[in-house]
């Protein structure tokens, strides 16, 4: 399932910390099923997200797949961070903070190539 989302768009998913349904142990279990860039994406650093300053969650992210931790939050993660959640889609949809794509790392395109789009 993972590597039919990732071969032709970019995925952000995302999580709250206390959410008891679909937390983090379950995104996690999720992402780690077999496909082609999991190496990839386990060696990838998990870095700090903040907002206004404020340690807002963690991001995970290789290529075009990213995974994010909302700190402080449950199910319904845009309702419980109202502000964090509107930040995290923009920087998500243009490239900015955590989600940019740094020097070095793999770009969409070599992302999609990996994983069979040609």
Do not use: C
């Not at 952000?12 to 142990?25: K, N, S």
């Not at 860039?37 to 969650?57: D, F, P």
Request: aromatic letters at 12%.
């Amino acid at each position: 399932m993972v590597e039919f989302l990732v071969k032709k768009s970019k995925v952000l998913l995302y999580q709250g910390h206390f959410d008891l349904r679909d937390g983090v142990v379950s995104a996690e279990a999720w992402v780690t099923m077999e496909w082609e860039g999991l190496g990839k994406y386990l060696m990838a650093e998990r870095k700090a997200w903040k907002v206004k300053g404020m340690l807002a969650g963690y991001v995970q992210k290789w290529g075009s797949f990213s995974n994010t931790a909302v700190l402080e939050a449950g199910h319904l993660v845009p309702t419980d961070k109202a502000v964090h959640s509107p930040e995290m889609m923009e920087d998500w949809v243009l490239d900015k903070g955590v989600f940019a794509i740094e020097q070095g790392e793999d770009s969409a395109s070599d992302f999609r190539a990996a994983v069979g789009n040609r």
